[in-house]
């Protein structure tokens, strides 16, 4: 069982609000579709261009929630947007992808830990099905809902779906070192923590310092990789980082 994330900045155009890569995500819906046989997949996408822009107006991150509805519905509203682009490109490649919104089915308590229930999507994989989740919205006990992201939505399911492979596509061919260049095995926060940064872009999520923290607390391996590590990937390989 593989669980894959489409980083949002791969997948759109990050400098533009709500605009997509069309090429990027063609080329992403390509390796999934041509890699799938027997293999079980679960499919991740993040926002990039849709939901962070969204989010910071509204002030909305993993940890500062909001009750204004109104504003849940504009950041939900541009991921279920973005999932049907993704949906879409799946299903012109005969990939059997359906969608799964986290704001209709998890939620974090007070102390912030997400609850994700996966039968819904055990039973998915079973009947042939590629669930295709999103970064989302969701409701946080006691801050009104917070954003989760799909970095934090791999992890859950890879440990509550047992998955044997773990893989962050994103825009970066791996985690980089101060002199820019890709380092193969990271073991502990401690090694790069003084490489490791934010987003590029607008992003309330803390992109690659967040991605690192969340798959160093798995106990499988994981990789992240950039597009053109995608294929190899999901032929088994560890292409860019692979984090233990
Ligand atoms: N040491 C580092 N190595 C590589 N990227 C880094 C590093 N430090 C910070 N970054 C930033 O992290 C970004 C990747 O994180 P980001 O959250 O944008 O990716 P994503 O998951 O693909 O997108 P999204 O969060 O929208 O789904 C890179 O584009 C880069 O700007
Ligand atoms: C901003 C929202 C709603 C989703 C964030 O998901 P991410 O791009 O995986 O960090």
Same mark, same amino acid.
């Given at each position: 069982?593989?669980?894959?994330?489409?980083?949002?900045?791969?997948?759109?155009?990050?400098?533009?609000?709500?605009?997509?890569?069309?090429?990027?995500?063609?080329?992403?819906?390509?390796?999934?579709?041509?890699?799938?046989?027997?293999?079980?997949?679960?499919?991740?996408?993040?926002?990039?261009?849709?939901?962070?822009?969204?989010?910071?107006?509204?002030?909305?991150?993993?940890?500062?929630? &909001?009750?204004?509805?109104?504003?849940?519905?504009?950041?939900?509203?541009?991921?279920?947007t973005l999932n049907q682009f993704v949906l879409s490109r799946l299903l012109e490649r005969d990939v059997e992808a359906v969608p799964v919104h986290p704001f209709s089915t998890a939620h974090r308590d007070a102390?912030?830990?997400?609850?994700?229930?996966?039968?819904?999507?055990?039973?998915?994989?079973?009947?042939?099905?590629?669930?295709?989740?999103?970064?989302?919205?969701?409701?946080?006990?006691?801050?009104?809902?917070?954003?989760?992201?799909?970095?934090?939505?791999?992890?859950?399911?890879?440990?509550?779906?047992?998955?044997?492979?773990?893989?962050?596509?994103?825009?970066?061919?791996?985690?980089?070192?101060?002199?820019?260049?890709?380092?193969?095995?990271?073991?502990?926060?401690?090694?790069?923590?003084?490489?490791?940064?934010?987003?590029?872009?607008?992003?309330? &999520?803390?992109?690659?310092?967040?991605?690192?923290?969340?798959?160093?607390?798995?106990?499988?391996?994981?990789?992240?990789?950039?597009?053109?590590?995608?294929?190899?990937?999901?032929?088994?390989?560890?292409?860019?980082?692979?984090?233990?």
């Amino acid at each position: 069982m593989i669980v894959l994330k489409l980083g949002g900045s791969v997948i759109t155009d990050k400098e533009r609000p709500e605009t997509l890569d069309g090429g990027s995500l063609e080329q992403a819906t390509d390796a999934v579709a041509n890699a799938l046989a027997d293999e079980k997949l679960v499919v991740v996408h993040g926002g990039g261009s849709f939901g962070h822009h969204n989010a910071s107006e509204h002030g909305v991150s993993t940890t500062e929630g &909001t009750h204004d509805a109104a504003a849940l519905l504009e950041i939900h509203g541009a991921m279920k947007t973005l999932n049907q682009f993704v949906l879409s490109r799946l299903l012109e490649r005969d990939v059997e992808a359906v969608p799964v919104h986290p704001f209709s089915t998890a939620h974090r308590d007070a102390d912030g830990t997400l609850e994700l229930p996966t039968g819904q999507l055990e039973t998915m994989l079973e009947e042939g099905f590629v669930p295709v989740l999103h970064g989302d919205v969701i409701a946080h006990a006691g801050a009104g809902a917070t954003i989760v992201s799909g970095d934090e939505l791999v992890a859950e399911l890879a440990r509550r779906l047992e998955a044997d492979r773990i893989g962050l596509c994103s825009t970066v061919p791996g985690v980089l070192d101060a002199d820019d260049a890709v380092i193969d095995r990271i073991r502990a926060y401690e090694d790069v923590a003084s490489v490791l940064g934010a987003s590029d872009a607008t992003d309330v &999520t803390g992109g690659m310092a967040a991605k690192v923290r969340a798959l160093l607390a798995l106990e499988a391996e994981a990789s992240i990789f950039g597009l053109e590590g995608l294929a190899s990937f999901l032929d088994g390989e560890n292409p860019g980082t692979t984090i233990e």
